[in-house]
């Protein structure tokens, strides 16, 4: 069984920086897609960024790109999401997502998720 796990999540203001981690509990995770999506409330879970398995490859949402910056730590099993620049429209329940596959921004590709972590921007 694969465990997806987030931290890192909190309440900051409008033009703060947080970092969300995000760990895998398998061994053969460095060959995986891993991912990040967002929900808000009554809205679509949507896609935010995400990093192929060698870490070579990375895409953003448009709405993020230049202030988030994906990566992962092999050694740690570890993947992050740091977030600058946050704005009071990136409040939203933060997910990873973990797939074994070529990089995708459609959250039906993922079949690892873990339980969110939750993001507030204060204006």
């Known amino acids: 069984q694969v465990q997806v796990v987030e931290s890192g999540g909190g309440l900051v203001q409008a033009g703060d920086s947080l970092r969300l981690a995000c760990t895998v509990s398998?061994?053969?995770?460095?060959?995986?897609?891993m991912g990040w999506f967002r929900q808000a409330p009554e809205k679509e879970r949507d896609f935010v960024a995400a990093i192929s398995w060698r870490g070579g490859s990375t895409s953003y949402a448009d709405s993020v790109k230049g202030r988030f910056t994906i990566s992962r730590d092999g050694a740690k099993n570890t993947e992050y999401l740091q977030m600058n620049s946050l704005k009071p429209e990136d409040t939203a329940v933060y997910y990873c997502a973990a797939r074994y596959g070529p990089i995708s921004s459609s959250r039906d590709d993922y079949a690892y998720w873990g339980q969110g972590t939750q993001v507030t921007v204060s204006s």
């Open positions: 398998e061994r053969s995770w460095r060959t995986y897609t």
